[in-house]
Structure formats: C-alpha cells, structure tokens
C-alpha cells in the first residue's frame, strides 16, 4: 500500500491501519518515517494524558472507568500502555491491561501496548510517534500509561500535556516518587485504592511534599482519591482532568510546555539516532584500542568521548592509523 493511502485510511479512523502505523513505529521500520511526515500535520488537537506510577497501583483499572466517563461525553480515546518489555522476546507484558479488552469492539477506543523490544532509550521517542498516529486518527483523548516510575518513564512523562500520577495508599510511594524526581511532572495525584487504610495519610504526606516543593508553580495539583473497587473518583478525575487541560490553554502554559516538548523530542531523536550509530561500530578494533587506553589510565573518559564523536561526525569508527 501507497504511503499516502495509508496515512488517509489512518485519518479515517480505520483501526487495522492505525495498528499497523504503531507496529512500524515501534519495530522502527524505516517507512515509518513517511508515514509519519504525511500524518503530523494532522495532529495537534488531542488531549495527550500520562498515567504513571508504581506497579500494582491500579493504573490500568482506573483508565479503564476513565474510559467510559469519556465515552459517555462522545469523546473517542486512544491509550498507548506502555511495558519496558523482556529484552529476550520482546513482548509488551499485558498484565492488568486484559480487563481494557472489553472495549475492544467500540469503534471509539483504540488500545495498543508497547514493548522496547530491548532498546529502552528510545521508548519515550516510540511512544511520541504512536501518540501522533492517533492523534492523526482524529482521536479525542491519548493515554500513555507506564507501568513504573523509572527514567524511562518519567522520559515518556516530559512529552504529554498532563501527567497523574497514581499512587497506592500504605506504601511509603510520596516519600519514593520525591526522591525519584517526578513530583515536579505531576499535574494530578491520585490516591487510588482509597478504600484501604492509610488513604488519608498519604494525602496528608503528598500536601506536605506540594507546601515544601511547589509554592512557586501557578498550578497547585489537586489531590484526587479514587476507587474502583468502591466506584468513587473517576467522575472527579476526569473533571480535574479537563480543568488542566482548561489551564493549559487558557495560560499559555500550554504553549510553552509544548515548545519544550517538542525540543525534548527532536534531542531524544537526536541522542537514539547517535547511540545507535555508536553501538553499530563497537566491534571496531580501533574502540577497543580506546578502551585499553582508558583502561590503562592513559586517556581521560572525556578525551575518548571527544574522539568518538570526532569520528562519529566524520562517519568513521575509530582511529584507522
């Protein structure tokens, strides 16, 4: 099929077309560049959603009902779930994700998992490129769900507009996803499983962490307490949801955070585009020679790093003397 009636197909909504555009995208097929140069000035309008946080939290339950809040409104929503996946096979790790299944036969929802197929670095630049197929798609509302909150993840948490972060009640999470660095990328916290005991103590601790470290941000996220088991706070999620994204626009935050996404962009590109070319000359003897040099405390770390990327640039692998 042409690349041109493939991105048209793909416009349309059709779901074996748009499956087949992430499938290229994330086996890094080299059409898929094409195919994304025809799409993206097509895209723009989506609400583009991260959901992170630790396994276990629930992330996937709560998409779920976000799911059918969504729907009811005649909305139509994509989520990309995405799985640092076993670098043996390659396979996204489902897990809880089978229960999104049910929407399977609504035209609506489009629900696609991700691997890294073993090269993690460049998972958050995937992951971007799936998300404009869909945006392409003319879908209303984008989910990226990560499974942790790892570098990768808070990596694929800098290219979506809004972030919630879930955490469960009784884990000690605050404390660790302070540390971890992404409490500045939180534009939502979700305290879910609010049914169990220890609910209104994480609110108090992540209120806390929010007076030490974001009495300068305009935007104070809103703490929401959910629970799927007991039907409560998805309705509330997705109103504060809606009045971020309200903030975004009517702020001109939007703009600037979008800006610096998109430079986040091209520089992961950039960075996947020269470690690939890197790890393609390796096997070099003339890298090896480096690393004897380094080894032996002859050259500094940084003199072989300026070398590498002389020879990168110049398109060789090492030194041919």
Known sequence: MEISAWAERIRQG???????????????????????????????SAALIGVTGAPGAGKSSLVDRLIDAIRREGKTVGVVAVDPSSPFTGGALLGDRV?????????????????????????????????????????????????????????????VDTVALVLPPGSGDAVQVFKAGIME????????????????????????LLDLSGSHRPWRPPIVKTSVKDEMGTDEMWRQLKRHRRYLMESGEGERRQRAHLRREVEAMVEEELRRRLQGRLEDSAIKTDLDRLQQREWTPQQVARKWMAHLAAGKGGDRE
């Open 185 to 208: 990328a939180a534009d939502l916290f979700i305290v879910n499983k609010a049914e169990q005991p220890g609910t209104e103590r994480l609110v108090k601790d992540i209120e806390e």
């Open 14 to 44: 059709q779901k074996r077309a748009i499956a087949r555009g992430i499938s290229f995208i994330e086996n890094r097929d080299p059409r898929r560049e094409a195919l994304l140069q025809s799409l993206y000035p097509y895209t723009g």
């Open 99 to 159: 229960r999104m299944t049910r929407h399977a036969l609504d035209d609506g929802v489009f629900i696609r998992s991700m691997g890294s197929r073993g090269h993690l670095g460049g998972l958050a630049v995937a992951t971007r490129e799936a998300a404009v197929v869909l945006d392409a798609a003319g879908i209303d509302v984008i989910f990226v769900e990560t499974v942790g909150v790892g570098q990768s993840e808070i990596d694929i948490m800098h290219l």
